[in-house]
């Protein structure tokens, strides 16, 4: 196996676990990591790139960005949710310093904004 296809495997593996702690962490992000990790692996590792797109948690968001390069509405206002809800309590309540506020507003905006300019997927008839 070729260095680059250690290091792309070795990246899959890196956005995997950074992804899954998003799970229980709202200031990390989910999605973008997966869907990092799922390149990574298409890349470098059939094996690893079908565990994902099985896997019950991701297989579905990665399958419908790889063939839609679409996220579900669900997942975008999950992710708007709980950016706003651990953001605005951080910004409210947990940082005392008015630049670290600046700071963590202006990037608050950003990933909201990044969130909200991805393309959500059209609704199915079951929706």
Known sequence: MSVALKGFRLLGF??????????ALPLLPTTPFVLLSAA???RSSERWHRWLLA?????????????????SRRVKAIGLVSMLLVGGYSLGFA????????VGGILLLLGMAT????PSCPRSPGD
Do not use: H, K
């Open 115 to 118: 969130v909200l300019y991805i």
């Open 14 to 23: 890196f956005f995997l676990a950074v992804g899954a702690l998003g799970i």
């Open 55 to 71: 896997n019950e948690t991701f297989g579905p968001m990665i399958r419908n960005w790889e063939q839609n390069r679409c996220i």
């Open 95 to 102: 940082v005392d310093s008015l630049a670290a506020r600046v």
């Open 40 to 42: 990574c692996f298409a």
